[in-house]
């Protein structure tokens, strides 16, 4: 029996797939820095869009776009005064290390001070003897600005800048957007996109706004417990320990870590006094800041979340760890719909407020294609 001939047209469609998946994916390693910053901004402008519609409602004659202005200019300002809250302490320590930097690095080669003790008692003070020139033109070197150091500082401020318009874009016309895409599709599949979307939605804003108000917390205390145990250049410490925290899972532990170890580099009392402030710190917030405030994101086990952020730190790094969570909450949303309405039991998702869709009444049950009123 001689094979079928395969037809030239299959030949060409495969083909034709081959090559558009390698274009798309080589489009994507070229403008993955861009696409990096859509989806930052796509986040925050998911955050941002309850507070719009909220000034929109409470002010009166408001349109849109001027509640969008107001909402971004308070945010920048909240931000503006959180860095500034930051980086001042930061800038002062900063300068304050960089000017004790040669003497550390002498009483590390003589063994003295808290450091060259340290390299004691862990024979590694032969190994820093050895190099001592090596260590000094490192660290000299650090602090010398180059051209790689300001187009980092560029590059940073541009994409900073990017994502703010890109979020204030994906505000203002959001809603437009979004109407013209439905327009596409029947009332009832509308109706559906909007409840699951509206539920998406608040998803990452729960997650976003708790996190980074739990992370805040832990920076401001962890500053105030290292000034009170007299750890040096604390505000440098405790702003590394809010932005660990930030990342799940993984980043309390090692915020605690580092501000435990600068402790016991000053002293063991402090040291020890460092350990117990975050094993009770760990339990005020696993126990009472995460479930009050993450209470009205999406619940998702330890085993989704702990394999959620090791693929997305796989796929995009410290940014994958960050929006795990909240892309694994999405997503648990979305599969809990299908699952229902392939089941024949649409699933009720809370609404609230500018997010509420358009009511069920308007959305046939499965069995009939009428009013859904059971």
């Known amino acids: ?170 505000v203002l016309e959001g809603p437009r957007v979004v109407d013209g895409a439905l327009a596409l599709v029947d009332e009832v599949r509308a109706a559906r996109i909007r409840r699951v979307g509206a539920a998406c939605a608040r998803t990452v804003t729960g997650y976003l706004t708790g996190n980074l108000l739990i992370s805040v917390i832990c920076g401001v205390l962890t500053y105030i417990a290292l000034l ?30 580092v501000a435990g170890l600068a402790a016991f580099l000053h002293s063991v009392p402090a040291g020890i006094g460092m350990i117990v402030f975050f094993v009770v710190y760990q339990q005020v917030e696993n126990h009472l800041l995460q479930p009050v405030i993450l209470s009205r994101t999406v619940k998702l086990n330890p085993l989704t979340v702990l394999l959620a952020i090791l693929l997305a730190t796989d796929l995009a790094g410290i940014l994958g760890a960050l929006l795990a969570i909240p892309v694994a909450g999405m997503v648990k949303v979305i599969l809990q719909d299908v699952w229902s309405h392939r089941h024949g039991r649409p699933v009720e998702l809370p609404v609230h407020g500018d997010d509420a869709p358009p009511s069920r009444s308007t959305e ?11």
């Open 1 to 170: 029996m001689q094979p079928r001939p395969v037809p030239v047209r299959a030949v060409l469609t495969v083909i034709g797939l081959v090559l558009a998946t390698y274009i798309a994916w080589h489009l994507v390693v070229e403008t993955r820095r861009v696409l990096v910053w859509t989806v930052i901004a796509l986040f925050f402008a998911v955050a941002l869009h309850p507070a719009v519609g909220k000034v929109e409602r409470w002010v009166p004659r408001c349109r849109r776009a001027v509640a969008t202005l107001l909402v971004f200019a308070v945010a920048t300002v909240a931000v503006g005064a959180l860095v500034a809250l930051f980086v001042t302490p930061l800038v002062q320590e900063g300068t304050r290390l960089a000017g004790r930097l040669p003497e550390l690095i002498e009483d590390a080669r003589a063994g003295r001070g808290p450091v060259g003790n340290l390299l004691e008692r862990t024979h590694a003070l032969q190994y820093v003897q050895r190099h001592g020139d090596d260590v000094r033109d490192f660290a000299a070197g650090l602090g010398t600005p180059t051209l790689a150091f300001v187009r980092g500082a560029a590059t940073t401020l541009a994409g900073v800048v990017t994502v703010f318009v890109l979020a204030y874009l994906m």
């Open 228 to 257: 009170v145990a007299g750890v040096p250049f604390a505000g440098l410490i405790a702003l590394f320990v809010a932005v660990a925290d930030l990342i799940p899972l993984v980043g309390a532990t090692l915020g605690a870590v």
């Open 364 to 374: 046939p049950s499965p069995e009939s294609g009428t009013d859904p009123a059971r």
